[in-house]
């Protein structure tokens, strides 16, 4: 995207994690992607799972090259992101590799660089961490512009969410999180869950949460995943796609306090992180 340097694109990053796998992010990446490409903009996906390869999985791609390529060098940027459903970019992640799950200095210049001579145009770049609290997620977490953290009604996932949100809180000072409920059985239920988690950060970490609404439980996502496409597309009049077109409205819009210019900008902030011995 060079470019972009003399006039820079205010691009949107955002980082779609939770405190726990199995709350169904990748999910909600692939179909927030379609809905967003949908409202007219444009999408990458970075799949920053970098060991657990999904979003190509849920899309029914077979990508002949991954991260991995590109961070040995091995091939450039263009020749790993695939264009997927409805013309959506994704960066894909590999499967089974041990030593992706935390990568170095090293290799945050390499994605630099790639990104820096990356020319194709975009508007969003959504960030599918893996969940939980390793040195991955806090990276990924910490450099894009939005955190939306996923829980869903189990208790367990409360209680991860929150650890994760305490960790970025009190050791990067992150104090402005979004968070969606996942398979929520109604409104109420998913405002309820929400309040949860409010009351216990409230209490104990000086932040801020943003309640950005719910995706319902509805069997019309399963099946749409069954068929390897998003709900939005295999379903579109389902409750569950409604919501998705709703979430990509509330954070596709144009104007937010902390857009930070171009995605040069974000992957400099990548390798700018604070190093902490836990990184």
């Known amino acids: 995207m060079r470019q972009l340097k003399n006039q820079p694109k205010q691009i949107s990053t955002i980082a779609v994690t939770s405190g726990k796998g199995g709350v169904g992010k990748t999910n909600i990446v692939a179909n927030l992607a379609i809905a967003l490409q949908r409202q007219g ?6 799949d920053a799972d970098l060991g657990l390869s999904n979003i ?6 077979a990508p002949k090259y991954n991260i991995q390529h590109l961070l040995k060098g091995e091939r450039s940027l263009r020749e790993v992101v695939v264009k997927g459903p409805e013309g ?55 450099a894009a ?11 367990t996932s409360l209680t991860d969410a929150y650890a994760l949100i ?28 929400f309040k949860r988690l409010h009351v216990v ?5 000086n932040i801020a949460l943003d309640y950005l609404g719910f995706i319902p439980l509805d069997s019309a996502i399963q099946r749409a995943v069954r068929s390897q496409q998003t709900v939005v597309t295999f379903e579109p009049e389902s409750r569950s796609a409604r919501c998705f077109n ?6 596709g819009g144009s104007s937010t306090a902390r857009l930070k210019g171009s995605i ?16």
């Open 41 to 46: 903009k444009k999408v990458l996906i970075f």
């Open 56 to 61: 190509d999985i849920l899309f029914g791609m």
């Open 88 to 142: 959506v970019m994704i960066l894909p992640a590999s499967s089974g590799i041990e030593e992706l799950t935390s990568i170095n200095e090293f290799e945050r210049l390499r994605l630099l660089d790639e990104f820096e001579s990356f020319d194709e145009d975009v508007d969003v770049l959504l960030i599918d961490t893996s969940g939980g609290i390793s040195s991955n997620v806090t990276f990924f977490c910490m």
């Open 145 to 155: 512009q939005e955190i939306v953290v996923v829980i869903t009604p189990e208790p």
């Open 166 to 193: 305490k960790l970025l809180y009190t050791r990067y000072q992150e104090r402005e999180f979004k968070i969606l409920v996942n398979c929520a059985g109604s409104s109420s239920e998913a405002l309820e869950v």
């Open 201 to 205: 950060t409230d209490k104990f970490l």
């Open 246 to 251: 709703d979430l990509a409205l509330k954070l």
């Open 264 to 279: 040069q900008f974000f992957f400099g902030n990548l390798f700018g992180v604070r190093n902490d011995p836990g990184l």
